[in-house]
Structure formats: C-alpha cells, structure tokens
C-alpha cells in the first residue's frame, strides 16, 4: 500500500502532456508497448500531469506527515488535507527541518538484513528524509500559489 500526496482545486484541471511510456524501456525489441501496462494501456503513450505529487510507502508517508502535521496525521493516517489557510505553517515546519538536524535524525530508521547474494535496506536514512520534505515543500508552494489545498490518499 501506498500514500500519494498531492494538491488540489476542484475548478483548477491540471493540463497534461504525451510521453513515451517507460514500458518501452522493458520490452523485448525497445519499441513495442507492454499491453498490460497500467501507466499507457498498451499504447506506448503516457498522459502526464503538471501537478507535482508524491507517492511513498504507507510507514514512510506517515512519518514525513508526522514531522510536517502531526496533529493531522493523528486525526486519520491514511487520509487527510492541509487546507491553503494552514499551508504557511507546514511550509515554516518544513524550512526548520531542512535547516536542523535534531528532528531529522529523530526519524532515520535503519531496518538493513543480508542474505547471500545482496543487502536489502528497509530503513529510512537522512537523505530520504531531506528529499521527500523537499517534494513536500514544492507541493505546499504549488499549492499555495494556485490557491488549492494538500491531501494524501
């Protein structure tokens, strides 16, 4: 499961634009779209919006809501919305974490096994962390500046 963040206005529709499908990355000769791709639908030609979003894991969503809007995130974890009016805050909260390190270094979780062949790293280290509050912050301005509010679903 996974949590998607992202803004929206109900009279605002985001334009999109055609790109070639990634499924062509994957296919046998290079150029043949995957008919089962969920992204192009076997075309090859993948709609994209202009509307930032971010998609995480539901335990890593949850943790970067929690430094953003705690108060939030304890009303429901899987859904919820920032309104435009409470935007400046959660922007102002962000700015203080990528600028400190105590509340960042709070929340890095290192969950790493081996096994024979490979390292798997299920943890969650400071650079994430930066870079998703990052996206989160480009969010909050976009909405901002459009006059939407923020959700994750």
């Not at 953003?68 to 304890?74: E, F, N, S």
């Not at 429901?76 to 959660?90: C, L, Q, T, V």
């Not at 062949?117 to 299920?122: G, I, T, V």
Request: aromatic share 8%; charged share 30%; hydrophobic share 30%.
């Amino acid at each position: 499961m996974s949590i998607t963040i992202t803004s929206t206005k109900n009279n605002h529709t985001p334009t999109t634009k055609d790109v070639e499908c990634n499924c062509l990355d994957y296919s046998e000769d290079g150029k043949t779209p995957e008919m089962d791709c969920p992204f192009c639908d076997g075309t090859g030609i993948e709609q994209v919006s202009n509307r930032i979003q971010m998609n995480m894991s539901n335990g890593n969503a949850i943790t970067i809501l929690n430094m953003v809007v705690p108060k939030k995130v304890a009303q429901d974890r899987y859904y919820g919305e920032i309104s435009n009016k409470e935007i400046p805050d959660a922007i102002r909260r962000i700015m203080f974490l990528l600028n400190t390190n105590k509340d960042v270094q709070a929340n890095i979780r290192k969950d790493d096994f081996e096994t024979d062949k490979r390292m798997l790293s299920f943890g969650i280290d400071e650079e994430y962390i930066r870079d998703r509050l990052t996206t989160f912050l480009e969010i909050l301005k976009y909405a901002q500046k459009h006059n939407e509010n923020v959700y994750w679903s």
